[in-house]
């Protein structure tokens, strides 16, 4: 029997703080709380999905409990508790999900054994994962341990919807927001894990599902592992839109050169062409809304304000445009986007902007 496949999310893993992708405000606190032992009883860890909230929970809670910590203040992963930490069989880092166990009765539980001394490591520590799902009974019960907890427990939550978590528990915690991470450092990561594979990617081919993946290094690295599956050659730009259902980049610079010759009838063209390639005619939509907005940029900011990456396709696409066409192309795709949501006729919301685009 081979060896058990690991997805990518889980393979690389950060187990040092050295290894986490963006976040470095967060990550200087965290340190800076090692180094001169100001450690708070409680920690609210909030951002979008994916951008590592779980991870900094219990990247923190290995190197609290770590015994011989590394310089700059990382945890060892040799010393017993570390490796327990990490296989998730640690007696004194105990993770919760908060979706499962959201009731009174599962706070209760912690209550009564949130006393008991940790077994390996200095602090015997808690980690609730999407805190923002128990239910009001139970956060009034967790309210008194996290008023005066013992000397020796920790606290630590991690949220997507911050708004949700009672105000008298985010005023008992330090709270760090986590930003969406850069497409930049989440392609170069990427990159690394390709190399570390012996795989051959494209650069724009990882800049590409950087982008789709939205700020969340979690939704890059599987849609990675999905496109590592797709093709088992060097995967190209090409490989990746076939993967995801995007519409190629020579689409977009028909419908540039298009708009410059008033030729109305493309619009009915490409849209007939992708609806019977069968792709997602509202997925085309979001990225036409991203195509014009890179147009706005050039038009407003300045080329130079987008990824270098994407500097040679615009500088053509820009010149096509005045700044305030750019602007009303852009404002109008929002709103059909908007009304692509509600209609029953998708095929027809889009070839209606086209035709409004091109006049």
């Known amino acids: 029997m081979g060896k058990k496949y690991q997805v990518l999310a889980r393979k690389y893993r950060p187990q040092k703080f050295l290894d986490v992708v963006g976040q470095q405000t967060v990550l200087t606190t965290l340190k800076n709380a090692l180094q001169f032992d100001q450690i708070a009883h409680a920690y609210l860890f909030c951002g979008s999905r994916g951008v590592g909230k779980t991870t900094l929970a219990r990247l923190f809670a290995k190197a609290l409990n770590c015994l011989q910590r590394g310089p700059d203040f990382e945890p060892c992963n040799a010393c017993p508790s570390c490796i327990e930490i990490g296989s998730g069989q640690s007696l004194d880092v105990i993770e919760i999900d908060g979706a499962s166990n959201r009731g009174i009765d599962d706070i209760r539980q912690i209550n009564e054994t949130v006393g008991y001394a940790p077994s390996h490591g200095q602090y015997k520590i808690y980690i609730i994962d ?50 969406r991470i850069d497409p930049d450092l989440i392609a170069n990561k990427l990159a690394d894990i390709a190399a570390d594979m012996g795989r051959e990617v494209e650069s724009e081919a990882l800049h590409l599902i950087a982008s789709f993946a939205d700020g969340s290094l979690r939704d890059a690295e599987s849609l990675f592992d999905q496109i590592l599956c797709f093709s088992s050659s060097s995967i190209q730009a090409s490989t990746v839109r076939d993967a995801l259902g995007l519409v190629a980049e020579e689409h977009f610079s028909a419908l540039d050169q298009a708009f410059a010759d008033c030729h109305l009838a493309y619009a009915f ?91």
């Open 130 to 179: 999407e805190v923002h799902m128990l239910t009001k009974e139970a956060f009034n019960a967790l309210l008194k341990t996290l008023e005066e907890p013992p000397q020796r427990a920790k606290f630590f939550f991690a949220t997507t919807e911050p708004h949700k978590v009672l105000p008298t528990i985010i005023s008992r915690c330090q709270r760090f927001d986590l930003s």
């Open 269 to 359: 063209e490409l849209v007939e062409k992708l609806f019977r390639t069968g792709k997602d005619l509202s997925h085309f939509l979001e990225q036409l809304v991203d195509h014009y907005r890179c147009v706005c940029l050039c038009k407003t900011v300045g080329i130079d304000s987008l990824p270098l990456h994407l500097i040679k396709r615009y500088e053509k696409a820009a010149s096509f445009y005045t700044p305030a066409q750019a602007l009303y192309i852009l404002d109008l795709l929002v709103t059909a986007e908007q009304t692509m949501q509600k209609s029953p006729f998708p095929r027809v919301t889009l070839e209606t902007a086209h035709i409004h685009l091109n006049r």
